[in-house]
């Protein structure tokens, strides 16, 4: 094999590190090692050039090496004979192997929930309350002349997103890019994204609830007094000239993080955000999305548990029909209650995410871990399975930030199954086992 045959540049691949799943880049592959990642930011570029397949056996019971069916075997019986298991995680992975793992909490009658429920969950059932204005990051780039940050830093926590989709592109509308487009920031602290916008605006901590409200009403035409300077540490006049300028853009996006719904009020925080974006439609085009930070198909995660059972997360089938009840069915709380007996965790690390309490259960209970390299998850596991990393060794789907679809290619293969190909294992040995 000539050096030729031994280097390869896989066109279009698509970065799995955060939300932005951006697809566009152009990887260089030399003995099935990425060697150059064009067009990816500074957290895409150590995603693809750090990456290495550990040489891990293909399955792991008790912490001894087993061969796939075997473990396969442990894992189905483990699942199989619980009698309040939990199925976790499924951020990393792709829609595919997502689906698998409904259908096999649906089978033994589990509780499933992925990490939006500790990170995220405010904004899920915000949507819920009152419904979202949406629009897709195309429509951003293209549309948008209003920019409005609210507790995110995107140039650290998603750094294509400022330059590819929403401040700095030339869209449609706004042929000029940048010059046409007006970027505010609200945050609790100057942050590196501060010092890019045309308008900063610091607010005290744990007031967002009452800051959006005070713009709610402003947009609305109610008179406020001076005192919501003291109430919000922003000044009447800031507050009057955002609200003017919101309802004077043809085109406005609020784009919010955990600094908005992970502080006090969490998800009347989202609500009132969304509620803005709501009432500003009576003046112009306006929408809120959320911009989470953290794995790349969090959002697939949300989406897939969404059309199969018609909640996003902390959904529980033990009665053969899906409930949701956050706080109920949330794997936190199951496992620091003392009630899951089994657990299922794919493409995640709970031990290190989770509350102590939640830990410590899960360390006394079997439970089943697929992923790609070893952690403290994998290391307590009853049945661990080494599988392929997803958007480097295996093809499929993920979801970007904005609900949008978007198609994985590998850039050389992997020596371990994908996630998708255990998971259906398991699935069809949890079959034989209950007699189908």
Not at 77 to 89: H, K, M, N, S
Not at 150 to 159: A, I, R
Not at 177 to 189: A, E, F, H, P
Request: glycine share 10%; with cysteine; charged share 20%.
């Amino acid at each position: 094999m000539t050096a030729a045959d031994q280097l390869r540049v896989i066109s279009n691949a698509t970065c799995t590190f955060c939300g932005c799943a951006c697809d566009d880049m152009e990887l260089t592959v030399e003995d099935d090692r990425i060697t150059k990642a064009e067009n990816a930011c500074v957290l895409g570029t150590a995603w693809f050039l750090g990456h290495t397949i550990e040489d891990r056996p293909p399955a792991l019971i008790d912490g001894k090496p087993a061969t796939l069916e075997e473990g396969v075997e442990r894992a189905a019986q483990i699942l199989a004979g619980a009698r309040y298991p939990i199925v976790f995680g499924l951020t990393e992975t792709t829609c595919e192997a997502q689906r698998v793992a409904v259908a096999i909490a649906d089978r033994i009658g589990a509780c499933i929930d992925t990490p939006t429920s500790a990170n995220y969950g405010p904004s899920g059932m915000a949507f819920q309350g009152i419904g979202e204005v949406t629009c897709s990051l195309g429509e951003v780039k293209n549309r948008a002349d209003l920019v409005l940050f609210w507790g995110v830093d995107p140039v650290e926590s998603h750094p294509r997103h400022w330059s590819r989709y929403s401040i700095m592109p030339k869209g449609l509308f706004v042929p000029n890019g940048r010059t046409d487009r007006t970027v505010v920031l609200v945050d609790v602290r100057r942050s590196a994204s501060a010092s890019e916008a045309d308008l900063f605006v610091p607010i005290e901590p744990g007031k967002d609830f009452e800051a959006l409200w005070a713009l709610r009403a402003l947009v609305k035409g109610v008179e406020m007094d001076e005192g919501i300077a003291e109430e919000t540490g922003v000044p009447l006049a800031t507050l009057r000239d955002l609200a003017k300028r919101m309802k004077a853009c043809k085109f406005g996006v609020l784009f919010f993080g955990t600094g908005l719904s992970m502080t006090r009020g969490k998800h009347l925080n989202v609500e009132a955000a969304l509620g803005l974006a709501q009432d500003l439609n009576a003046f112009t085009r306006f929408y809120a999305r959320p911009m989470m930070p953290g794995p790349g198909n969090g959002t697939g995660a949300d989406n897939v548990l969404t059309w199969s059972t018609g909640y996003p997360f902390g959904v529980n089938l033990g009665r053969g029909y899906p409930r949701f009840n956050p706080g109920e069915f949330t794997t936190s709380d199951t496992l620091a209650r003392g009630e899951a007996d089994a657990a299922l965790i794919v493409a995640s690390d709970p031990m290190v995410g989770l509350s102590q309490p939640a830990r410590d259960h899960l360390a006394k209970i079997p439970y089943v871990a697929l992923a790609p390299k070893g952690s403290p998850t994998t290391r307590a596991a009853a049945v661990a399975f080494t599988t392929a990393t997803y958007g480097i060794n295996t093809p499929g789907t993920v979801y970007r930030m904005d609900d949008i679809p978007i198609l994985l290619r590998a850039a050389f293969g992997s020596p371990h199954p994908s996630d998708e190909t255990v998971l259906t294992a398991i699935e069809e040995r949890i079959r034989a086992l209950q007699g189908e």
